[in-house]
């Protein structure tokens, strides 16, 4: 049964509450059975459950109902949805974690949450060979079926939403902010192009929530959660891409890691990944032989590359100088499996022979 409108309120007010998250959340409930019973209990009820004094303070003040207000407003907009934890719609790989949260805000296509998700996260200042690499993977990889989830940061995660987008795939953005309050603010327009795409935008955080430095490592373990793995394009020892990626193995997700130069910087987190037992990542096709089960692409056992004879085409090259295709039009064309189609693909994307518009593929001069 759906949630009376006084408990969605209920339930809106204890998440508007300071100092009140996704375990108290979760322990109050457990307590009363319901938010509209906990709210109404003496706050003595609430200090036994070892809650903070002041949060039984504020939930009766001005400004938690106002909260609850303006996001119950908020919702009646198109597209924008409330998920809560225990009902129907939330995403059930999130549903796992310990401290899962109470409730998501999502704005578009809230279904992709239950759809197969890769994650793509990295620097935030990638270079320009990171950041090319970051929108091919994301690219074959949204053609092979993947939803791109990353977090609309500057850098890889751009990259990756970008890419994902110019296969004419979705991808969802886990925000460390409200969703009335894009950030970085230079990404609203590419936010916007997520949404037009069919792509959606989540947060766990009140609607305008602005940037804080704490929620950021907050959301990582959403970005992790919601996905079957991790893929870290480049980062260095430092990144917050290694929280995830450490956030992913302890949800029991895959991690995967693109290795770099050892003079770059940026690969050292990477490589540290690898160490610490990373899959390393050279093609899509590393990741799509682990993740098979959630596809529907045929099996693909391991072919012996088929290099080109000297002075030839590469046989894909030869396809697209006649007329761009698609990458399922290529393996018909071919005879190739899928898989094997998307990982030549990415290979010749990074070394310049072929690029993507608009989910068709085609060759490039040289």
Same mark, same amino acid.
């Given at each position: 049964?759906?949630?009376?409108?006084?408990?969605?309120?209920?339930?809106?007010?204890?998440?508007?509450?300071?100092?009140?998250?996704?375990?108290?959340?979760?322990?109050?409930?457990?307590?009363?059975?319901?938010?509209?019973?906990?709210?109404?209990?003496?706050?003595?009820?609430?200090?036994?459950?070892?809650?903070?004094?002041?949060?039984?303070?504020?939930?009766?003040?001005?400004?938690?109902?106002?909260?609850?207000?303006?996001?119950?407003?908020?919702?009646?907009?198109?597209?924008?949805?409330?998920?809560?934890?225990?009902?129907?719609?939330?995403?059930?790989?999130?549903?796992?974690?310990?401290?899962?949260?109470?409730?998501?805000?999502?704005?578009?296509?809230?279904?992709?949450?239950?759809?197969?998700?890769?994650?793509?996260?990295?620097?935030?200042?990638?270079?320009?060979?990171?950041?090319?690499?970051?929108?091919?993977?994301?690219?074959?990889?949204?053609?092979?079926?993947?939803?791109?989830?990353?977090?609309?940061?500057?850098?890889?995660?751009?990259?990756?939403?970008?890419?994902?987008?110019?296969?004419?795939?979705?991808?969802?953005?886990?925000?460390?902010?409200?969703?009335?309050?894009?950030? $970085?603010?230079?990404?609203?327009?590419? !936010? %916007?192009?997520?949404?037009?795409?069919?792509? &959606? *935008?989540? /947060?766990?955080? +009140? @609607?305008?929530?602005?940037?804080?430095?704490?929620?950021?490592?907050?959301?990582?373990?959403?970005?992790?959660?919601?996905?079957?793995?991790?893929?870290?394009?480049?980062?260095?020892?430092?990144?917050?891409?290694?929280?995830?990626?450490?956030?992913?193995?302890?949800?029991?997700?895959?991690?995967?890691?693109?290795?770099?130069?050892?003079?770059?910087?940026?690969?050292?987190?990477?490589?540290?990944?690898?160490?610490?037992?990373?899959?390393?990542?050279?093609?899509?096709?590393?990741?799509?032989?682990?993740?098979?089960?959630?596809?529907?692409?045929?099996?693909?056992?391991?072919?012996?590359?088929?290099?080109?004879?000297?002075?030839?085409?590469? $046989?894909?090259?030869?396809?697209?100088? !006649? %007329?761009?295709?698609?990458?399922?039009?290529? &393996? *018909?064309? /071919?005879?190739? +499996? @899928?898989?094997?189609?998307?990982?030549?693909?990415?290979?010749?994307?990074?070394?310049?022979?072929?690029?993507?518009?608009?989910?068709?593929?085609?060759?490039?001069?040289?």
């Amino acid at each position: 049964m759906p949630l009376s409108p006084a408990e969605l309120e209920a339930r809106l007010r204890l998440h508007a509450l300071p100092d009140f998250g996704p375990r108290r959340h979760r322990r109050l409930l457990e307590a009363f059975a319901s938010a509209s019973a906990a709210l109404s209990a003496p706050a003595s009820a609430w200090r036994a459950l070892g809650l903070p004094a002041g949060c039984a303070e504020a939930r009766r003040s001005a400004e938690v109902r106002q909260q609850a207000a303006m996001a119950l407003a908020w919702l009646e907009q198109p597209q924008r949805q409330l998920l809560l934890l225990g009902e129907p719609g939330y995403p059930a790989l999130l549903a796992e974690l310990d401290d899962a949260p109470p409730l998501l805000f999502v704005e578009g296509e809230a279904a992709l949450l239950e759809q197969p998700q890769l994650a793509m996260v990295g620097s935030r200042r990638a270079s320009k060979p990171g950041l090319d690499t970051a929108r091919a993977f994301a690219r074959q990889l949204a053609s092979a079926g993947f939803v791109i989830s990353s977090g609309l940061a500057l850098g890889i995660d751009g990259a990756a939403h970008r890419g994902a987008l110019e296969a004419s795939g979705q991808t969802v953005a886990v925000l460390g902010t409200g969703l009335q309050r894009i950030y $970085p603010a230079r990404h609203a327009p590419l !936010a %916007a192009e997520i949404l037009a795409g069919g792509g &959606a *935008l989540v /947060s766990e955080l +009140p @609607l305008d929530c602005p940037p804080q430095a704490g929620n950021f490592p907050r959301r990582n373990r959403i970005i992790s959660g919601l996905s079957l793995g991790v893929l870290v394009v480049e980062a260095s020892p430092s990144s917050g891409s290694l929280i995830t990626a450490r956030l992913a193995a302890e949800q029991g997700r895959e991690v995967y890691a693109i290795p770099g130069s050892i003079h770059h910087p940026g690969a050292r987190g990477c490589h540290q990944l690898i160490r610490d037992g990373a899959t390393l990542v050279e093609s899509i096709e590393h990741i799509l032989e682990a993740l098979r089960g959630w596809q529907n692409l045929a099996p693909a056992p391991r072919p012996p590359a088929v290099p080109a004879p000297a002075g030839e085409r590469h $046989p894909l090259l030869a396809l697209l100088h !006649a %007329a761009p295709q698609t990458s399922e039009a290529l &393996a *018909l064309a /071919s005879g190739w +499996p @899928l898989a094997r189609v998307l990982a030549a693909l990415t290979e010749l994307e990074l070394d310049g022979l072929v690029a993507c518009e608009g989910g068709r593929w085609l060759g490039c001069a040289g």
